[in-house]
């Protein structure tokens, strides 16, 4: 089945940092990803859409400088959190389209990062 | 706006227990809806996908169902190893995006 890799699953550090997190598909190409923020006890918030070689498509709230997502290939996708402080913890979900099996399952998930902001 | 509710929040059963879980629904042109299992620290974990008022799905001791408003979720005879929050997800025929509840998480005693 369709796999998708996140990395990594935890990250621990200091205000201000940039934290970059990866989101592969490994199995088959995704001409769309998806990340999606969720707080304790929470559902899925999707943060951001994003079409290989095309800019992100960002919900209403979310600050496209804080979180820069790149797409630059039909397998990987990128979440930087620029200059992250302690209220941007939280776990960190991406989740990707394949054409071929939308019709069954839409999206297939990584295993999230848990972010932590000291 | 696509809206998905989920009841109850929270359901503690006893093995062997049988139980429903509700999702309730609004979208401007169903195209599926979707039942996921999370576990603690993991992402969703894809169960069922429903397109039309009345068709339901099997897998192992769960059945998912579908009306114009809502789904349910039964849980037949659950075991300890059913425990996890499961969240219901749509998709309307204007894009890709998924709208999510808040899931029910359901602990189930040995």
């Not at chain 1, 630059?72 to 620029?82: F, G, I, Q, Y």
């Not at chain 2, 929050?85 to 995006?97: H, I, P, Q």
Request: charge should be neutral; proline fraction near 4%; glycine fraction near 6%.
């Amino acid at each position: 089945g369709a796999v998708v890799s996140q990395h990594p699953s935890r990250v621990i550090c200091k205000s201000g940092t940039s934290v970059k997190i990866e989101c592969r598909s490994l199995d088959f190409q995704a001409t769309t990803m998806f990340w999606y923020r969720q707080f304790p006890k929470q559902s899925l918030m999707l943060m951001a859409t994003s079409n290989e070689g095309s800019k992100a498509t960002y919900e209403q709230g979310v600050e496209k400088d804080k979180f820069l997502i790149n797409h630059a290939s039909l397998t990987l996708s990128t979440l930087t959190v620029t200059s992250a402080h302690p209220e941007d913890s939280s776990f960190y979900i991406c989740s990707a389209r394949d054409p071929v099996s939308d019709s069954n399952q839409p999206q297939h998930f990584g295993d999230g990062t848990r972010l932590s902001i000291l | 706006e696509d809206q998905v509710t989920q009841s109850p929040e929270a359901l503690r059963l006893q093995e062997g227990e049988s139980s429903s879980l509700n999702c309730s629904y609004t979208v401007s042109g169903l195209r599926g809806l979707f039942w996921y299992r999370q576990d603690p620290g993991k992402g969703p974990e894809f169960l069922f996908t429903l397109y039309s008022a009345g068709e339901e799905k099997e897998k192992e001791r769960l059945k998912a169902t579908l009306t114009k408003k809502e789904s349910f979720l039964h849980i037949t005879a659950p075991k300890p190893e059913d425990s996890a929050t499961y969240l219901c997800a749509v998709r309307n025929t204007y894009d890709y995006k998924l709208s999510f509840g808040a899931g029910t998480t359901v602990t189930v005693r040995a």
